[in-house]
């Protein structure tokens, strides 16, 4: 008798039918009462999209990485539209220098101002 909260997918580098596929089989065993949602991560728009297309239900989350560098604009007006939470995943790249070298510069002045570090800055 076990249970999950959430089960995510975790990247759409498969093929299509295979997709589905798994995915359909997360919401079998969601109605079979074993996960309380079903979630993705790493998915853009179009194998979003294949998940509507296919007439399922979309995901309750879809974990990414968002940054000020990389907003993914085009997913965030798409879990607007269907309901979809975004979770960030890009603690990793918070602790370096990654992006562009200007929006860094500014986060790295924000950062001294506030005697925090520019990964505080950013998840503030």
């Known amino acids: 008798d076990g249970y999950l909260d959430i089960c995510s997918l975790h990247s759409p580098l498969t093929d299509k039918a295979r997709r589905l596929n798994t995915y359909e089989t997360l919401l079998e065993m969601q109605k079979d009462g074993l996960i309380g949602a079903v979630g993705v991560c790493n998915y853009g728009v179009g194998a979003l999209d294949e998940i509507i297309t296919a007439g399922l239900p979309p995901p309750a989350i879809n974990q990414i990485e968002l940054s000020p560098f990389n907003q993914h604009k085009d997913i965030a007006a798409w879990a607007q539209r269907y309901g979809m939470v975004l979770s960030c995943a890009s603690w990793s790249k ?11 510069n500014a986060v790295g002045k924000i950062a001294d101002q ?8 950013l998840v503030r």
């Not at 918070?94 to 860094?104: E, I, Q, R, Y």
């Not at 506030?114 to 800055?121: L, S, Y």
């Open 94 to 104: 918070l602790s370096k220098a990654t992006g562009p070298v200007d929006g860094w």
């Open 114 to 121: 506030k005697k925090m570090t520019k990964a505080q800055v």
